[in-house]
């Protein structure tokens, strides 16, 4: 079955240190990756993707994401956050031809000062 | 930037209720969606519409729930008789023809309806 798991429910960490959350889907032959934040209140904004091509993707605020295609991954990582960056975080899967998105269920980013 | 708009940002139904949230896609997507997040849970997939019809739904989406596009802007879903367990943040989505690279659909949300049936 098609899954997204994402490791860490909760991340808390200093402001100005760096951050890993971490993203795992089960495996397919082709699969596109997005990582979406949420701050509070809000909708789901884009953070950044992986269409295809090179597998280090940059994306808004600073972020970055790799796409491990052998350890089924796409990990999240910014390397000094900031207090502004607390949010809920979902890494997301849509599998080649499909339709739908496919979610994990979020990891809860607190930076502390 | 264009945006995804839904209304109402907030309804409150009593059980049994027919409830009808809405939805304006931006304008050049051509494909439509609707998610829901039941309070501190993950973001679920409800259904996707394409070509004035569904092209993928989940087992979440029954007879109760129905989508609609009654005109070229609007995007509705429907839910028929409402029950406790629906009260969520409904999601709408957008996206615009698949990426021409790599045939994917890229999300752009609204900033969602939440429901309280009582």
């Known amino acids: 079955a098609q899954s997204v798991t994402q490791l860490d429910s909760q991340v808390p960490v200093f402001e100005e240190a760096p951050v890993e959350l971490r993203c795992n889907y089960s495996s397919s032959v082709s699969v596109y990756l997005f990582w979406y934040v949420q701050y509070p209140n809000q909708g789901l904004q884009l953070l950044l993707k992986?269409?295809?091509?090179?597998?280090l993707v940059k994306g808004i605020n600073g972020f970055e994401a790799e796409f491990n295609k052998s350890q089924t991954s796409f990990h999240l990582r910014k390397p000094s956050v900031h207090i502004s960056d607390t949010a809920e975080y979902f890494c997301a899967v849509t599998y080649t031809g499909g339709f739908k998105t496919i979610f994990g269920a979020g990891t809860r980013l607190f930076v502390k000062a | 930037e264009p945006e995804v708009t839904q209304t109402p940002s907030h309804q409150v139904t009593q059980m049994g209720q027919e409830v009808i949230l809405r939805c304006v896609p931006i304008?050049?997507?051509?494909?439509f969606y609707w998610y829901r997040q039941i309070l501190g849970q993950k973001v679920e997939f409800l259904v996707s519409?394409?070509?004035?019809?569904?092209?993928?739904k989940s087992e979440i989406f029954d007879d109760q729930f129905s989508v609609e596009r009654p005109d070229g802007s609007n995007f509705t879903l429907k839910i028929r008789s409402t029950k406790l367990e629906d009260s969520a943040m409904y999601f709408c989505?957008?996206?615009?023809?698949?990426?021409?690279?790599?045939?994917?659909?890229?999300?752009?949300f609204g900033a969602g309806s939440r429901l309280t049936v009582l």
């Open positions: 992986y269409l295809s091509g090179s597998t």
């Open positions: 989505a957008s996206s615009p023809p698949r990426d021409g690279s790599s045939g994917a659909n890229v999300l752009t």
């Open positions: 519409f394409y070509n004035n019809e569904i092209s993928e």
């Open positions: 304008s050049n997507h051509l494909y």
